[in-house]
């Protein structure tokens, strides 16, 4: 397993993350755990047309290779983990794990030789995951059910060679 370890340099104002750390606290609770991919067939279909719809404008000679790799990267792990201690959170999917302060500035990530920029933080009872990169970008909007067995993925990925954004959920129960 591979950690990529953020580092404290790129940490927000004391006063944004002793917040984040406050606002963390009730996160812990709840969200830290592993969670189990559940997605139904009408979420598979879903991610599908959007997939499709994302890429409606790429020529044809391209439209099958772009479909294809927004399927793979657009695929939602079967297991993954949370685990929110302080402002730290922690997200294991796939033999991967990032650390990352929650209400930090955006810290740069390499990946597959590309660089970007991360981030997290937490918005009322969501943790919003933001990650930047050359022409595009995705968006991941962790919700949590109230009795706290359920998680929702929903994620908004742009980028300049899609026809537009492209938008799905993923469900998740816990382990």
Not at 4 to 10: H, N, R, T
Not at 18 to 30: I, M
Not at 149 to 172: A, D, H, Y
């Amino acid at each position: 397993m591979r950690v990529l370890e953020i580092p404290l340099a790129g940490r927000a104002s004391t006063e944004g993350s002793r917040a984040a750390a406050e606002g963390s606290q009730s996160l812990a609770r709840g969200w830290s755990g592993v969670w189990l991919h559940t997605t139904d067939a009408q979420e598979q279909q879903q991610r599908q047309r959007a997939i499709e719809a994302a890429t409606q404008d790429v020529s044809t000679l391209f439209r099958g290779t772009a479909r294809k790799r927004l399927d793979e990267r657009t695929a939602p792990p079967r297991e993954l983990t949370l685990a929110v201690e302080g402002d730290r959170l922690e997200l294991s999917r796939d033999g991967n794990t990032i650390a990352l302060r929650l209400g930090a500035k955006p810290v740069t990530v390499e990946s597959n030789g590309q660089r970007g920029a991360l981030s997290a933080r937490c918005d009322g009872d969501r943790i919003i995951v933001k990650a930047k990169g050359d022409g595009g970008g995705r968006l991941t909007t962790y919700t949590l059910s109230p009795d706290g067995q359920q998680l929702m993925l929903s994620v908004r990925m742009i980028n300049e060679r899609l026809s537009g954004p492209l938008t799905f959920q993923s469900s998740f129960r816990r382990k």
